[in-house]
Each structure stands twice: as C-alpha cells, then as structure tokens.
C-alpha cells in the first residue's frame, strides 16, 4: 500500500486560499470543486482560480461536482457540464460525484440499485473523456448501491471506516484527528488519501518549443502539428525549447511545459521580457 497523503478540498466557501501557505502546512494534494447541479448548472466561482494556484504551485489537484441527479439521464448532463468546465485541463486525481442530498440519502434505503445506475451515468461519462472517476459520500450511503468506483468516504471520526476507502475525509469543522483550521485559515474540510494517484497516471517525456506570440504577451507550446492558444500562426517568435516529464493529456502539455519554463527563466535571470508575472503564462482557456 502507498504512504498516506493529506489532503483539503475547496470552493468558493472557502475564499481565496494560498496554495503556497496550505503546502508549508503539509498539505499534498487538493480537491477543487467544478461546481454543481444543486441550483441549476453551474461552475464554481473559485474553480479556475484554485486549479490555477494548484498548477502553479505544483501541488496536485483533483475536481468534484455536487450532484443533484435524480435519474441517469441528468446524471450524465452533469457530468457533460462538468466536463466543459474542466475543458481538457489535467488532474492528477479523480473526478468525484458528490452524492449527498436528501433524495440520495433515501434512494440508497429504499432503491440503492437506482441510486448506483445514476452514479454510474455520471462517472461512465467522466471515464469516457479520459479522466479516473470516482464518487464522494458516507459509507453507509454507498454500500448498498452495487457499484465499484473510487471512493471518497466521509466519516469524520477517528477510526478509518470499513471497506474499500481511496481517499477518508476525517474531519471538517468536526476533526477529532487533526486542528479543523489549515494554515490559518478557518474550518477546512481535509482528507487521507491511500492511493497514489499520481504515480498511478504515469509519466510521459513531452518535447516542446515555448514561443511567443507578438503582441499578445503570452505562451503557447508548439509540437509538431500541435499547437495551443496561437491565433497568429506567422507572429510566433520561439524562446527556448525544453524537455520535461509529465502526467496527463496533450492540453496538460502546454500548461505544465509553460510552467516549468518559467521557473527556469526565474533560476536563471529573472522572467524574460514577454512576461511580467508568471499569471502571464499559457494555461487553458475556459
């Protein structure tokens, strides 16, 4: 078995949170909710912003979505509305549903076989773009329902439940294991993972050039005939090129090449000229 990971999830509840400040407090990985179907179809406010800081701070970073699908068929325009907001982007852990509403509660009493054909809807469909799928709730809730995905068990007590646990969320503003603030930071919700989710995903070498493109004070990464964020084919201007391990997909590439060229601009002498912050640098548009 893998060595434990700690972990915390957020959203927009929780503010504007320093990924630097959550890894000095030994935080290895966080969850940053997409958004959900509980008020219409929405998106996280804080989504991009938090995976963004994830990135950018090379702390790995999962996505979950609060359900409120009540049949297969929403169950699978959630995870469809979530999949655009994700828009290709790379996660190192899974996609969790998050099944928790009240009408969930009573399906897993009354049709636990129904409740686990709609968390099937949703993770199938987020299987099928590429991404690990798994499903967020209590045990006692999940149980019953048939299903063989990774789970996201909450229990915030001091004892790991029973089963199959990936990840325990042992506390939240009740933690009988650790402080419910993080960093300094007010009551987080915070986990335990069990897998090594990023070993898991395995490492590929991506061989790129880094380019700028005049006039728009921004990266993009061109490989072959792949080329990302580039409007103006004739306009590009090449930096540097570079070599370097990743995880994930093609658009992955683009963002974590970017990354890395820009912390070897600051070891070297400072971020060149086409940069003023490293914010400036390619990440997926939305």
């Not at 940053?32 to 008020?39: I, R």
């Not at 068990?153 to 969320?169: E, F, H, L, N």
């Not at 898991?200 to 005049?214: F, P």
């Amino acid at each position: 078995m893998s060595a434990m990971r700690y972990g915390v999830d957020l959203s927009r509840w929780d503010g504007d949170v320093s990924i630097q400040r959550l890894r000095d407090a030994g935080v290895e990985f966080v969850i940053c909710k997409v958004g959900g179907g509980d008020q219409g179809l929405y998106r996280d406010s804080l989504f991009e912003r938090n995976y963004r800081e994830c990135v950018s701070n090379g702390m790995p970073v999962g996505a979950y979505w609060y359900s409120a699908a009540f049949d297969e068929d929403t169950a699978r325009r959630e995870a469809e509305h979530c999949l655009g907001v994700l828009n290709g982007r790379h996660l190192d852990y899974p996609v969790w549903m998050d099944v928790e509403e009240r009408e969930h509660q009573l399906m897993s009493t009354n049709e636990p076989g129904r409740l686990g054909r709609i968390i099937s809807a949703f993770c199938d469909t987020i299987i099928s773009a590429g991404y690990k799928a798994g499903v967020y709730s209590w045990k006692w809730l999940l149980d019953p329902c048939g299903i063989d995905y990774d789970r996201w068990v909450c229990s915030w007590t001091k004892t790991k439940p029973s089963g199959r646990v990936d990840i325990w969320q042992f506390g939240g503003e009740t933690n009988e294991l650790r402080s419910p603030t993080v960093a300094g930071y007010g009551c987080m919700d915070q986990s335990y993972c069990f897998r090594d989710y990023v070993a898991e995903n395995g490492l590929s070498v991506a061989h790129g050039v880094i380019a700028s493109v005049a006039g728009h004070n921004t990266l993009v990464w061109v490989c072959g005939d792949e080329v990302h964020d580039l409007t103006h084919p004739d306009d590009v201007s090449v930096l540097d090129t570079i070599s370097i391990a990743f995880c994930g997909s093609p658009m992955a590439r683009a963002e974590v090449l970017a990354d890395e060229y820009a912390r070897l601009c600051q070891s070297r002498a400072g971020l060149p000229k086409h940069l003023s912050s490293l914010n400036d640098r390619y990440m997926p548009r939305s």
